[in-house]
């Protein structure tokens, strides 16, 4: 998907490829052997498929830099390449070569997977008119209403939002966080993998278009 000189790729699962000024790449798992080097990578969480040393490693170069966790950490680094790491927490800030980078809360509300205490994190990502928010593995958290500014005319805004249930939001949950968020294009995620399946993203779309927000399901490539 392009929006503008912005390209957006489903990797499957959580995992996003962002190609702009930089090659950006978020949650990569299970992703080929041949991908692009990063720029930058995102890792919310120290989930085994969020944070997946075997595919890191496939993408790094020398300076890659890597914003992550503090649970993460001790992953991290065992790679012989150069890397720049970031330890991350929700309310930080980062200009990185203009793209901008938020870290924003994301944990559970009625599940014990994703605590609150654990400062686990999805991203905003700001670069070339283009606003992507990776929501991470969350549920509906109030904090998702101060992601309401953000659409704005001039600049498009993106949600990433998990639909696979059990570990993060269903696909009625998050719809019930697109309504929230009002996004000018809502994509799904976090399915098709270990949980939640192509019927689960098919419903979110659907609900979110029944409310007039756009919505799309990205093939996996």
Request: contains cysteine.
């Amino acid at each position: 998907m392009k929006i503008g000189e912005i390209e957006i790729r489903w990797l499957g699962h959580a995992g996003f490829l962002i190609k702009g000024p930089k090659i950006i790449y978020i949650d990569p798992y299970k992703i080929p052997a041949d991908c692009e080097k990063a720029d930058i990578i995102l890792i919310t969480h120290s989930h085994y498929d969020h944070c997946s040393v075997a595919d890191i490693e496939k993408i790094l170069r020398e300076g890659t830099r890597i914003f992550l966790t503090a649970d993460c950490q001790s992953k991290i680094t065992r790679f012989e390449l150069p890397i720049r790491m970031e330890i991350v927490s929700p309310g930080m800030e980062f200009d990185v070569g203009g793209i901008k980078i938020e870290t924003v809360p994301a944990y559970n509300i009625d599940k014990p997977f994703h605590l609150k205490e654990e400062s686990w994190v999805g991203y905003l990502i700001k670069l070339d008119g283009v606003v992507i928010y990776h929501a991470g593995d969350t549920d509906v958290i109030p904090e998702m209403k101060r992601l309401t500014g953000h659409k704005q005319p001039e600049k498009t805004f993106i949600a990433l939002l998990p639909v696979g249930g059990r570990f993060t939001m269903s696909a009625e949950e998050a719809f019930e966080a697109a309504k929230i968020i009002k996004p000018n294009l809502a994509v799904p995620m976090h399915y098709g993998s270990i949980v939640g399946n192509e019927e689960d993203a098919e419903e979110f779309v659907r609900l979110c278009k029944e409310e007039g927000i756009e919505a799309r399901i990205l093939d996996k490539g």
